[in-house]
């Protein structure tokens, strides 16, 4: 990619470069087999610090490619969004000409300027009227003409109202972008806090009209930003640790879709407090599911669809005797119909995750007590491998539960099955749903013995069961999430639901960027 | 008529809107005060506005060339982004004239009435009409 300036043959190096774009492509995609491979860096940080080391680098390639000033090719990538070879798709297949004029860009070999001040009568601004001295006035690279005061108020206007990336010249129909030299120049003589402002809004746009880059959602703001290499759709942990989808910007949520989580966090936020208080006085009943109030009375109670339970038991009467019924819905297989349960769920899940969490530094002491122990093997990156597949099962266990509730209880995907085709489909889900959740208890108890304290021989045992246990549960996970990534929500038909590839690599860790 | 602190470039405007004023537009200051406008402009010949005269107040705010004069809901692409401060009242005034030859039902005010005009343009022309001799005729 670097030879790009010797070769006049632009073609040959955008055929290169598509080969480039393949390469990540298949790379994002490829399951990482094994530990925490980070290797690929599909994704950076880029510190605040760094913001500009990291725009510059994408100038520098469109100043060198086109022969470019930096202030053109700012305004060039900012139209295109900041994406480099977008531009230099556009060059081979549209042209220069194209390209510029789309943009607004117009590059001008001699100053417009000279002549004017040579000229000694007054200068008449067309949009204030007034008069003014050859020597106040200012033209743009298009040739239009006005007074600096003119220039100065146009320029502040539109930098108030948030527009610094595209200022256009003030002349009728004029498309071409305003030298950001000039604006500089003009508004940092009459208020430095609003040139200021147009420093960072010219900074910032590498962000904000980026499409492969976004400020980190962390609150508060930890000053990174994030950059990925192809794919829009993906999960990425910042240099800080939040985890984070960067399509929506919100909390890593797959197996979730965007849609999905967007609609389930809005439900949480305004139902959790009733459910709260739901799940503190009342029980559901057992056969309808509806949660029930007991304010009175024996414990004989009796429901509106017709069952009547014992309100300690939650046992069916039948003839006034109780009947051991099959299915509770507090321990049998929990009924996705009902939003209570799937809300119940997700929040115990994401509290088994945070409590899992916190025994991360607690294993990292029991490995240390090990490593000054006498044993044969010092390498326990086993017991973080499996630490971290329990993370991301968990995580997505727990996400599991608003998919459910919107793939099979929702109405938001009601006409993209039968009845049928969606108990069958739901069935299959539990089931497989069911046997994760059991793998995934029994990894987490595994990993929470005291096994600083075992022998050699036990130490070995332990060993084959962590490994064990992690794989089974990270194999349970990946077709858990396979088959919902293809079967469920690529079937669908009138609607669109994609989440981020499933990488076995956990949420990936974006790497520093090598440039800071 | 006190120009006071007036810009020069509103001063010249208003006297030509008052001394060459377009066909079928008026537009005159408040007494009190030079950057509040009352604009009358007549229907359209062939348009089922003509014969009418509809009233206008337009506003020129502080920034003004910098930013757009203010007309109050009014769809027209040159009073929001398309506005340059190269543009006039005049120009603002004869764009929304040619607006009433050919209404633009894509980007309607209100939706009732677009769905209408693309709906049965014959029935809706005949409604402009009747409201045209209802509420913008004089006498």
Sequence with gaps: MEDYGNSDDEHQYLDDDEVDIDDNGYSFEAPATENMARASASSMVIPKESLLAAQMGDLLRVMDLLSLKEKHARTLLIHYRWDVEKVFAVLVEEGKDKLFAQAGVTVVENDHQVPLSQCSSTFCCNICCDDVSPQEVTTMDCGHCFCNNCWTEHFIVKINDGQSRRIKCMALKCNVVCDEAKIRCLVSARDSNIADKFERFLLESYIDDNRRVKWCPSVPHCGNAIQVEADELCEVECACGFQFCFSCSSVAHSPCSCLMWELWSKKFEVESLSLNWISSHTKPCPKCCKPIEKNGGCNMVRCKCGITFNWISGLEYSNGYIEVSEKRPEHGKWRLESYYHCHKLYKAHTESFRLEYEMKEDIQDKIKILGEKDTSSKDFGWIKDGLNKLFRARRILSFSYPFAFYMFADDLLKNEMTREEREIKQNFFEDQQQQFETNIERLSLILEENFEKYSEHQLKDFRMRVITQSVTADYLCRNLYEWIETDLLGSLKHSVHKIAPFNSAAVEKASKIPYC | ?139
């Design chain 2, 1 to 139: 008529m006190a120009s006071g602190n007036l810009p020069r470039r509103i001063v010249k405007e208003t006297q030509r809107l008052l001394s060459e004023p377009a066909p079928g537009i008026s537009a005159s200051p408040a007494e009190d005060n030079m950057r509040y406008f009352n604009v009358m402009i007549l229907g359209p010949s062939q348009s089922p506005y003509e014969g009418g005269v509809f009233k206008l107040e337009l506003f020129l705010p502080e920034d003004y060339p910098m930013s757009a004069p203010k007309l109050g809901r009014i769809c027209l692409d040159i009073l929001k982004d398309k506005w340059s401060p190269a543009l006039q009242i005049r120009t603002v005034l004869l764009s929304i004239q040619a607006l009433l030859s050919a209404p633009n039902p894509d980007d309607p005010l209100s939706d009732n009435i677009a769905k209408h005009w693309k709906a049965d343009e014959t029935e809706a022309v005949e409604t402009a009409k009747e409201w045209t001799r209802l509420y913008a005729s004089d006498g």
